[in-house]
């Protein structure tokens, strides 16, 4: 179930990842109460281990940014929300310590330059 064929895989893959394997698993109906059994224990675990990815700001930023997954690759909404927050409020940290400073920069009014990437 890879995204892609390349020989190293990208942080921006482990939240679509794992919006893929819950979806996966959410299609599975078993058709014994052992199989259900091993299916809620693997969600279990899985979620035990992956539920915080989409909270570790790294990670959303590389998949917001990533042109094949954007939004698309989280599972909850308001992390994308403030993901693109995280991104406006870096860019505009930015632009302030550029400002006076000789840079070629200008600043990012209304973030409306990095916000049209995402929509």
Known sequence: MELCVEKHTSISKI???RKMVLAYYETINPPDERGSGLK???LRNFEKRFKAVENVHELGIATLIDPRF?????LLPERVSRTVQLIK??????SELTQ???AQFTKVKNSSLVLSWFY
Request: no cysteine.
């Open 15 to 17: 939240i679509p990842l």
């Open 40 to 42: 809620n224990i693997l």
């Open 70 to 74: 954007k939004k698309k690759g989280f």
């Open 89 to 94: 409020d870096e860019a505009s940290r930015l």
């Open 100 to 102: 006076g400073k000789g």
